[in-house]
């Protein structure tokens, strides 16, 4: 894993959403991969208005509190403009000008490396002089050339 520091403008996604938690995840009543498989029903990366459909974002947002709290995540696309909100019948993610973290995964299967990487960030985050924010953090895949055998993505996460 390594790890770089940029600058990102607002971002404004589309997409469809659940609202849960670290823990529920880590049990029987996850809901992340029943929302990945109603993202890919959608269809969403073709509707109008979406900003470089081959960008898939999953999005991280409304932290209840820290890592530890609730969270919503957004799994789908950016949006070309602010004119293109009314265009969707999904939810709608803003998410402020910020400096991020970007940690990215060594190659191997997709949720192997996402889970992975996710502890490590945690973990990072413990020991670090870093502060998150808890504003927007985000995966990003590139559906360009996407094998979920072999995934490399990087997890962006907002920091002061």
């Not at 995840?25 to 996850?30: K, Q, S, V, Y």
């Not at 409304?62 to 293109?84: F, K, P």
Request: net charge negative.
């Amino acid at each position: 894993m390594s790890t770089i520091t940029i600058h990102k403008p607002k971002l404004i996604l589309t997409g469809v959403a659940v609202r849960t938690t670290n823990e529920a995840e880590a049990g029987p009543d996850g809901q992340l991969a029943k929302l990945w498989e109603t993202y890919f029903q959608s269809n969403l990366g073709s509707a109008a208005g979406i900003k470089n459909p081959h960008y898939i974002y999953a999005l991280y947002t409304d932290y209840e509190s820290d890592a530890n709290g609730a969270y919503t995540v957004v799994i789908g696309h950016e949006l070309s403009s602010d004119t293109a909100l009314g265009n969707t019948n999904h939810v709608v993610a803003v998410v402020p000008e910020s400096k991020y973290m970007v940690f990215t995964t060594r190659k191997g299967p997709v949720y192997e490396v996402v889970a992975e990487t996710w502890h490590e960030i945690w973990a990072y985050f413990k020991e670090s002089k870093e502060v998150r924010t808890y504003t927007g953090d985000f995966e990003l895949y590139d559906a360009r050339d996407f094998d979920p055998a072999n995934t490399e993505l990087q997890i962006y996460i907002a920091i002061q």
